[in-house]
């Protein structure tokens, strides 16, 4: 497989953004879960790229990644009904793995 200088830079460029975050809430614990009733706004000012039906896709990808385990909430009480809440640095690095996986095979295609 050869890539291109574009397809390095946003290798690098995926994995430095979720490293930052991971530094950021490292420093910053409180802010590193996310609730559940508030995933679509983070997601739409965070992964989106702008626009309604990017919003929608993001959030489909978003219960792709939970319903394959990928992204994994955590329950906070022992009730049913508890609130269940997301790492944003979880979430942030399994969306970068995607995008790379996309950029790594349309690389591969164009082979």
């Known amino acids: 497989m050869e890539l291109d200088f574009e397809d390095i830079h946003f290798i ?10 991971a530094t950021v809430l490292a420093l910053e ?3 590193a879960l996310l609730l559940e009733s508030d ?6 000012y965070n992964i989106s790229k702008g626009g309604k039906s990017d919003d929608t896709r993001t959030y489909k990808k978003f219960q792709e990644l939970v319903d394959r385990g990928v ?3 955590n329950r906070r009480g022992k009730a049913k009904n ?5 790492n944003k640095g979880e ?10 996986m996309q950029r790594l095979v349309e ?3 164009r082979r």
């Open 91 to 100: 979430i942030k690095k399994a969306f970068a793995e995607v995008e790379i």
């Open 12 to 21: 690098v460029e995926k994995s430095m953004e979720a490293a930052q975050l």
């Open 39 to 44: 995933i679509k706004r983070w997601l739409k």
């Open 82 to 86: 508890s609130h269940v809440y997301y």
């Open 29 to 31: 614990p409180a802010g």
């Open 71 to 73: 992204i994994k909430g």
């Open 107 to 109: 690389a591969e295609t």
